[in-house]
């Protein structure tokens, strides 16, 4: 089993910047890939982005250039640095863990915290 811990949400203006980190414990091989979803109010659940074991890193469309994504095996969390916030980045995000049992893995998502941009 696996508890996300999220934390960095809030209130922020247009342009502003905003770093949401994940600490992942509880009983595990491994953690492979790690990412973050938002959801915005009448919209699906998507995928902002994620960072493998390995590094890799992809990012939706809409927030290159201006998200980073990142890891700390050690600590076993990952981070989201919003940078140049805008209106329509504002959801709910949530952080998900994919975890390594044995002869298994598991997703596991953390309970969402709110990002709203406003002036």
């Known amino acids: 089993q696996v508890q996300l811990v999220e934390s960095g949400g809030g209130l922020v203006q247009p342009g502003g910047s905003l770093r949401l980190s994940c600490a992942a414990s509880g009983m595990f091989f491994s953690i492979n890939d790690m990412g973050w979803y938002r959801q915005a109010p009448g919209k699906e659940r998507e995928l902002v982005a994620s960072v493998t074991s390995g590094g890799s890193t992809n990012y939706a469309d809409s927030v290159k250039g201006r998200f980073t994504i990142s890891r700390d095996n050690a600590k076993n969390t990952v981070y989201l640095q919003m940078n140049s916030l805008k209106p329509e980045d504002t959801a709910v995000y949530y952080c998900?863990?994919?975890?390594?049992?044995?002869?298994?893995?598991?997703?596991?998502w953390g309970q969402g915290t709110q990002v709203t941009v406003s002036s």
């Open positions: 998900n863990v994919v975890i390594g049992l044995i002869a298994t893995t598991f997703s596991s």
